[in-house]
């Protein structure tokens, strides 16, 4: 059977490409309009990406999948080279659009541009890093890591308990996690269709 972390991955993946997919066209759509987003919900769904993706995620992968399939498939090492750089990149990329989002909340449409091409980049960045992972590393994990290795890995991913996935978000994060819901267009959330 396959082990559990791999279709935890997937399912992650799958979530959050859906997602950062509705997220350009959603700033596309108050740019038609000529209206200013809803920020605190584009502040709320940039903390998710930061604590979930970012500190959940990214770090079970670059401190535990990575190092293991590094150890078994030592050719493997520039491929888990570049992804471990992309964690790295990515979270100060979404540090930096938090403050491209902030510029735009307080200083209005002169700023709308920069956070929209802020936006387009980490979203192309990070879609290109899961398909990464989704065409040479997993499938590369599920050659190489035994069953033992697989016993650690699956018991870390476990934990990520990721709402976007359809677990109940802890406490602290239903608020939260209820703007984000109401932000996404339909059908994935329960905002406007786009
Ligand atoms: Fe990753
Ligand atoms: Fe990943």
Request: glycine share 4%; proline share 6%.
């Given at each position: 059977m396959k082990p559990s972390a791999l279709r935890t991955i997937h399912r992650?993946?799958?979530?959050?490409?859906?997602?950062?997919?509705?997220?350009?066209?959603?700033?596309?759509?108050?740019?038609?309009?000529g209206t200013l987003p809803d920020f605190g919900a584009l502040r709320a769904m940039l903390f998710y990406l930061d604590e979930y993706p970012e500190q959940r995620?990214?770090?079970?992968?670059?401190?535990?999948?990575?190092?293991?399939?590094?150890?078994?498939?030592?050719?493997?090492?520039?491929?888990?080279?570049?992804?471990d750089e992309d964690h790295r990149r990515s979270e100060r990329s979404v540090r930096d659009l938090e403050h491209a989002l902030l510029g735009f909340e307080m200083l209005g449409e002169s700023r709308r541009l920069a956070f929209e091409q802020a936006a387009?980049?980490?979203?192309?960045?990070?879609?290109a890093h899961m398909a990464l992972e989704e065409q040479q590393l997993l499938p590369l994990a599920s050659r190489v890591l035994t069953p033992e290795d697989w016993l650690e890995i699956d018991e870390a991913f476990e934990a990520n308990q990721d709402p976007l996935t359809g677990h109940a978000p802890e406490a602290e994060f239903q608020a939260i996690f209820t703007r984000i819901v109401n932000l996404l267009p339909a059908p994935l959330g329960l905002g406007e269709a786009i």
């Amino acid at each position: 059977m396959k082990p559990s972390a791999l279709r935890t991955i997937h399912r992650e993946h799958a979530a959050l490409s859906a997602m950062l997919r509705s997220l350009l066209p959603l700033l596309e759509r108050y740019r038609r309009r000529g209206t200013l987003p809803d920020f605190g919900a584009l502040r709320a769904m940039l903390f998710y990406l930061d604590e979930y993706p970012e500190q959940r995620h990214h770090r079970q992968e670059s401190e535990l999948l990575f190092p293991k399939v590094r150890a078994r498939s030592p050719l493997a090492r520039e491929l888990i080279d570049q992804l471990d750089e992309d964690h790295r990149r990515s979270e100060r990329s979404v540090r930096d659009l938090e403050h491209a989002l902030l510029g735009f909340e307080m200083l209005g449409e002169s700023r709308r541009l920069a956070f929209e091409q802020a936006a387009k980049r980490y979203v192309d960045a990070y879609l290109a890093h899961m398909a990464l992972e989704e065409q040479q590393l997993l499938p590369l994990a599920s050659r190489v890591l035994t069953p033992e290795d697989w016993l650690e890995i699956d018991e870390a991913f476990e934990a990520n308990q990721d709402p976007l996935t359809g677990h109940a978000p802890e406490a602290e994060f239903q608020a939260i996690f209820t703007r984000i819901v109401n932000l996404l267009p339909a059908p994935l959330g329960l905002g406007e269709a786009i």
